[in-house]
């Protein structure tokens, strides 16, 4: 059974850090794109970051480029998203999601498989 499960979030002041896991299980990283998302209050999802495990590259939206780190653990299937220098328009609700892909572009994923339950982040100003 495939699962992701999110942590990490919480509640973090503008400028601060947080860092998000998503822990997989079911099937080996290698193979799958892995993606962020965030969904805010008007219950719209966006993508915050995504990585091609086979190709090992990364991307990310222009909002959080250069303030977010995508990565990943094989050894424990974890995928992290480190935040740095928070603002409030990052508050939302954060879900890892995975699909077998083998391109180099997760940003070409047209839909994920599998989601998580996601995990709140609230920066206050």
């Known amino acids: 059974e495939v699962r992701l499960v999110e942590s990490g979030g919480g509640l973090a002041q503008t400028g601060g850090s947080l860092r998000l896991s998503c822990a997989a299980s079911?099937?080996?990283?290698?193979?799958?794109?892995i993606g962020w998302f965030r969904q805010d209050f008007r219950k719209e999802r966006v993508g915050v970051s995504c990585i091609s495990h086979l190709y090992g590259t990364t991307h990310y939206s222009d909002s959080v480029k250069g303030r977010f780190t995508i990565s990943s653990d094989h050894a424990t299937s974890t995928i992290y998203l480190e935040m740095k220098n928070l603002l409030p328009e990052d508050t939302g609700i954060y879900s890892c999601?995975?699909?077998?892909?083998?391109?180099?572009?997760?940003?070409?994923?047209?839909?994920?498989?599998?989601w998580g339950k996601g995990t709140r982040v609230t920066v206050s100003a």
């Open positions: 079911g099937f080996t990283l290698d193979n799958y794109a």
């Open positions: 999601a995975a699909v077998m892909w083998y391109g180099d572009d997760c940003r070409e994923v047209h839909g994920y498989t599998y």
